[in-house]
């Protein structure tokens, strides 16, 4: 389970990495995104573009917007099935941009980022809730399972499209076989991770020393 993420790029990076989006004004910064706090995604009708969504999708067909959050990752499996899903992986797919993300394990939080520490294009799908004549756009975060690096970190991580195919996942007419060839676990050896600061548990903690790293300290056992 993936339940917290970061995008710090700046404003400038931020535009040299997604040139062509429109709508840059919804992207925001944040070292601490959960659930039900909203961030930007990209998605595409006749061109690219970004908005702002909450993280945790809300299934179109919900009789309110009483969103419990739950579904804010969404494993590969079964994904083309499920009724939250089926209609948002065939329809509605979109990038959720970020420079990291975080896994608890083993009661300690750990930062992972690209070992070149370029912008991550998280594969994610959003859905849209009209109530009241007013919008209610959400998302989830798909995963698959984990690669070498993290392998015993744990059991998953996020399915990342790579830049050559952000076009097809984002085009709505992409075939869905197609769709599924692309969410395929990360190549070993491009991801890196270290302990982080137990305050990342506090969803409304969000300053850079949430990046920094913690040194664990060393006990008498260690010394043997």
């Known amino acids: 389970m993936i339940s917290r993420y970061s995008l710090t790029l700046t404003q400038d990076k931020f535009i040299k990495s997604y040139p062509n989006v429109d709508k840059q004004y919804a992207y925001n910064k944040s070292y601490n995104i959960s659930p039900l706090q909203k961030s930007c995604i990209i998605y595409k009708n006749e061109q690219y573009e970004m908005c702002q969504a909450v993280w945790g999708l809300l299934p179109h067909f919900a009789k309110d ?4 959050g739950n579904l804010f990752n969404a494993a590969t499996v ?18 959720i941009p970020a420079d ?10 750990y930062r992972v980022m690209k070992r070149d520490r370029s912008p991550i294009q998280i594969a994610g799908m959003y859905d849209i809730v009209t109530l009241d004549q007013s919008y209610y756009i959400s998302f989830s975060m798909i995963t698959v399972g984990p690669n ?19 076009d097809s996942w984002l085009e709505k007419t992409t075939p869905l076989p197609q769709v599924v060839d692309m969410l395929n676990v ?22 850079p020393d949430l990046h920094e790293e913690v040194r ?9």
């Open 65 to 68: 917007r009483n969103n419990n």
């Open 216 to 224: 664990a300290e060393r006990t008498l056992f260690d010394l043997v």
């Open 186 to 207: 990360s190549e070993n050896y491009q991801w890196i991770y270290y302990r982080v600061s137990d305050r990342l548990a506090d969803e409304n903690y969000n300053t």
């Open 148 to 166: 070498r690096d993290l392998n015993g970190l744990q059991q998953c991580m996020p399915a990342v499209i790579k830049d050559e195919l952000i």
């Open 100 to 109: 990291s993300y975080y896994i608890y394990h083993k009661s300690y939080w």
């Open 78 to 95: 079964g994904i083309c099935s499920k009724p939250s899903y089926r209609i948002p992986i065939r329809q509605s797919r979109c990038i």
